[in-house]
């Protein structure tokens, strides 16, 4: 006599997504959510003015009312840091923004048409990649003036070659698949064929360049920020931040230089680690 | 034959991409708002007689093209202009900087290469605790910008060790090096975690494959299967990279140069940019760029002669 045991659970299944990333890649992609929550109320959060100066409590250490302790005028490094997380996210991501809504139909073009107009474009990006971006900023910034607007629309320009180059090696294989051939034969036009099916099919690719990307970005523009050219003083932002605490460094006040520093860092690396888990691969990123 | 027109491809592209690049400096003064003689004067108010020299100088009164053609003459020739600020000739005041510049650079990439590879060959051989630790220091070396770990290195080193000197470049050789130990250290951080990154994978990927099971099978000691059969192939792709990294480098010292008050090129563009002195930003800009680009095709050509098995585009075959 046999016992049918009743079948055992199956184990529920994760989402796609959820086993894509593993658990690092998960950890990454909370820290971004969190910095992004942080950036969006951050007017809310801040428990002080970042801007209010002190000059009784300048350099104070820790405590209830300033938890991180105060800058070389006495104003709140954590109010600072919450508020300033704003221009260090939303500037790489206007700039990505930027790069893949000129590099993608670009690219997806010049895959489409091929022959001498695909070279010239692409010789175009190649031009384009001999541009450092920070050297493309500074040139912009030297001629329309210091801020952050000409320092994204040079970095737009200037970051657009790399998502361009990966979209299109990606989509002149994607065109030569069969079932683009069968949407031809159905009459479909080569607009319908490249925005409803080659770019949907070519969206995680991009967004994982683009994940990237907004690490770079975020370096370059903390940078144009350090050399006094991007956002400016007395404005809340990390890469200011660690400019304006360098001169207190040697005084033996690092704290704020620091602090910005780590967020900086932090961010770019959850970036990065979920840009390469995005592209499923344990292959090194594509530096910028 | 093979190398040779490739290596000629290379440099009529080569000679494009520098051609578009003044093309595009010198457009710059007219993309600005207002017009070039503002930009060039940094809005300046001059006398009445320096503008019409400056005018003659960059010919603007004439048509752009002919303009362009006149001042691209001039650069060829190494005359840059005159710096507003300092009235004095462009090139006599970038020509006395480009050595802190280069000197920074090249200890970077020296840094780069050795420590990039070390740490990259150690970390694929050393399977474990410390592959882990060396995947996990790269990941944060790559996310570090070079500022950040000045600050770091700035708190460490100077404050609490007094080893290094947190300013300036220092003169003669040894000082210099003492100096710019430091800015090179920040400078090379990233790039070195990521040739190390890139030089794990290679070492693995050559681990793993036939020849070397083979290699071993034969009895050849160890070393000699890592040093002749693992390194000697993994090195290859690792060399365009270490070099494409190299040609980084000179668009990362003008942040480095800033955060350690070092007096290269790159402090000299900023402090420009700042005075709005036009004619130097222009000089040191497509300086730096033109470096850039001739450090990248000498690393694609040099990989073309390293490599026998590279495919070259535009060359037959």
């Given at each position: 006599m046999s016992v049918l045991s009743p079948?055992?659970?199956?184990?529920r299944a994760r989402p796609v997504v959820v086993r894509r990333l593993g658990p690092l890649g998960l950890a990454c992609a909370a820290v971004i959510a969190a910095l992004a929550a942080i950036a969006i109320f951050a007017p809310a959060i801040a428990p002080r003015d970042p801007n209010a100066v002190d000059l009784l409590h300048?350099?104070?250490?820790?405590?209830?009312?300033?938890p991180l302790g105060t800058d070389d005028t006495g104003r709140d490094l954590l109010s600072r840091l919450i508020v300033g997380s704003r221009t260090s996210m939303l500037g790489p991501l206007l700039v990505v923004t930027m790069s893949v809504s000129l590099g993608v139909p670009l690219a997806l073009a010049s895959a489409w048409i091929k022959g001498p107009a695909d070279a010239l474009i692409s010789r175009l990006l190649d031009v384009l990649f001999a541009f450092p971006g920070v050297l493309l900023a500074i040139l912009a910034i030297s001629l329309f003036?210091?801020?952050?607007p000409s320092a994204v629309v040079a970095l737009g320009l200037a970051h657009m070659p790399y998502i361009a180059r990966v979209t299109r090696a990606a989509a002149i294989r994607e065109r030569e698949l069969p079932y683009v051939a069968a949407l031809r034969v159905h009459g479909f036009s080569a607009m319908q064929i490249c925005w409803r099916h080659l770019l949907p099919n070519l969206g995680s690719l991009i967004i994982a360049q683009a994940t990237v990307s907004f690490g770079y970005v975020m370096v370059d523009l903390a940078a144009i920020s350090f050399l006094g050219l991007?956002?400016?003083?007395?404005?809340?932002d990390w890469g200011v931040m660690i400019a304006s605490g360098e001169p207190s460094i040697l005084e033996g006040h690092p704290q704020q230089s620091l602090y910005a520093g780590i967020l900086i860092v932090m961010t770019v690396c959850a970036f990065t680690i979920l840009g390469e888990r995005f592209t499923d691969s344990d292959r090194v990123p594509v530096v910028s | 034959m093979r190398v040779i027109s490739f290596a000629a491809s290379r440099l009529a592209g080569l000679a494009v991409t520098l051609l578009v690049t003044s093309f595009v400096v010198y457009g710059a003064l007219y993309l600005a708002p207002g017009n070039p003689i503002a930009v060039l004067t940094g809005g300046r108010p001059l006398p009445p007689r320096t503008i019409t020299a400056i005018e003659a100088e960059y010919g603007l009164n004439r048509p752009f093209f002919l303009s362009y053609t006149n001042w691209l003459g001039k650069v060829i020739q190494g005359d840059f202009g005159k710096s507003?600020?300092?009235?004095?000739?462009v090139l006599s005041l970038i020509t006395a900087r480009v050595g802190t510049t280069a000197f920074l650079v090249a200890y970077a990439a020296l840094l780069i290469i050795l420590f990039g590879v070390v740490l990259g060959v150690v970390s694929a051989l050393r399977k474990g605790p410390t592959d882990t630790a060396i995947l996990a220091g790269t990941t944060v070396g790559i996310a570090t910008p070079s500022f950040v770990a000045a600050i770091v290195m700035i708190s460490v080193?100077?404050?609490?060790?007094?080893?290094?000197?947190?300013?300036g470049a220092g003169t003669g050789f040894t000082d210099r090096l003492w100096h710019l130990t430091m800015p090179s250290a920040a400078l090379a951080l990233a790039g070195t975690a990521y040739v190390a990154r890139l030089t794990r994978a290679a070492a693995n990927e050559e681990l793993a494959r036939e020849h070397v099971d083979t290699a071993r099978s034969r009895g050849i000691p160890e070393p000699l299967v890592v040093q002749r059969h693992v390194l000697r192939n993994a090195l290859i792709p690792v060399t365009t990279v270490a070099g494409l990294t190299v040609a980084g480098l000179i668009a990362g010292s003008v942040v480095v140069e800033n955060a350690f008050a070092v007096n290269g090129l790159g402090s000299y563009l900023v402090t420009s940019v700042q005075q709005k002195d036009f004619p130097v930003v222009q000089a040191i800009t497509l300086l730096l760029v033109a470096a850039f680009v001739v450090v990248n095709t000498v690393v694609d050509i040099l990989y073309a002669v390293i490599d026998p098995r590279v495919k070259m585009s535009g060359a037959d075959r």
């Open positions: 079948p055992a659970p199956l184990p300048t350099f104070a250490g820790p405590s209830l009312s300033h003036g210091a801020g952050l991007g956002v400016q003083p007395p404005s809340a | 507003i600020v300092f009235r004095e000739n080193f100077t404050l609490g060790l007094h080893w290094f000197p947190a300013i």
